[in-house]
């Protein structure tokens, strides 16, 4: 909606001292966006639509100035009219961003925050709301399916998600943490991890045992913790049946 109308977006980019370059900024750097950038390329171009430099300039801006967003906003209604629509009726924009509900909200958490008080509160408090929520869905569909590591690696994956629900829980997350970490079925897979990725010429183990041996004792903690957890998620191998780090690291446990 954002990004759809571009005279609305200008102004409230002003009104808000930059938070729309802001959210382009961070949307552009995102690996699902570029991936789906390069996908749009491929797909026009295979329907004998090229718009390669387009997509590539939206990419590629700087978003520093108001010039910067206008001139990408144009950009972007001029590839809603020459993308075609995916075959499951999607349009450009759609396309584009191609982000999972809680990503989206983080972006648009970092535009609330420029906004004007008491707007920036009260849309940032809907925001932390909905982002909460969305988690929590996903945990309560987790466990109602028994899948005990999923709820707990759904925990791990969402950065957001459980830093503001260890701030609501006044600690939750981290005592979660504290228990975790000294499973032996983790400590195990932790070890397994380390192995196997060494021997894929990948060492982690600084990492993981930084991971393993933190004390969770303050919110400062958990926050390095799930840096780490996303860092890994990047570095460590997939195992041949498709399990990630964090489902290597937490699949083992029980109920």
């Given at each position: 909606?954002?990004?759809e ?8 980019d002003?009104?808000a001292?930059?938070?729309i370059?802001?959210v382009l ?21 295979a ?12 990419l590629?801006?700087e978003?520093?100035?108001a ?10 209604k001029g ?23 809680d990503e989206?909200?983080v ?7 420029q906004?004007?008080?008491p707007?920036?509160?009260?849309l940032s408090q809907?925001?932390?709301v909905?982002?909460?929520?969305h988690?929590?869905?996903e ?10 590591p999923?709820?707990?690696?759904v925990l791990?994956?969402k950065?957001?998600?459980s830093?503001k629900?260890d ?8 005592s979660?943490?504290k ?6 079925a983790v ?5 397994t991890?380390k ?6 010429g ?6 993981v045992?930084g991971?393993?041996s933190?004390k969770y ?20 191998p997939?195992k ?6 964090v489902m290597?690291?937490?699949g083992?446990i029980?109920?």
């Amino acid at each position: 909606v954002v990004l759809e109308e571009p005279a609305a977006a200008e102004s409230l980019d002003r009104l808000a001292k930059g938070a729309i370059m802001t959210v382009l900024r961070e949307l552009v750097a995102l690996e699902p966006v570029k991936q789906a950038a390069a996908k749009i390329k491929e797909t026009s171009k295979a329907a004998g639509v090229d718009v390669s430099s387009e997509v590539d300039s939206v990419l590629t801006k700087e978003y520093a100035t108001a010039e910067d967003l206008k001139q990408a906003l144009e950009t972007i209604k001029g590839l809603k009219t020459k993308v075609p629509t995916s075959a499951d009726g999607k349009d450009f924009l759609k396309q584009f961003v191609a982000l999972k509900e809680d990503e989206a909200l983080v972006l648009l958490q970092a535009c609330a925050k420029q906004l004007p008080a008491p707007a920036a509160k009260a849309l940032s408090q809907a925001l932390e709301v909905a982002l909460v929520l969305h988690g929590g869905a996903e945990i309560a569909k987790k466990l109602e399916q028994g899948d005990y590591p999923g709820a707990v690696g759904v925990l791990l994956e969402k950065k957001e998600v459980s830093e503001k629900l260890d701030e609501l829980t006044n600690g939750a997350i981290r005592s979660v943490m504290k228990k975790l970490v000294a499973l032996d079925a983790v400590k195990k897979a932790a070890d397994t991890v380390k192995t196997g990725s060494s021997a894929a010429g990948v060492d982690v183990a600084a990492d993981v045992d930084g991971l393993l041996s933190k004390k969770y004792g303050s919110i400062e903690d958990l926050t390095a913790a799930l840096e780490t957890i996303k860092g890994l998620k990047a570095k460590v191998p997939t195992k041949d049946d498709g399990t990630a780090f964090v489902m290597q690291l937490v699949g083992g446990i029980g109920e």
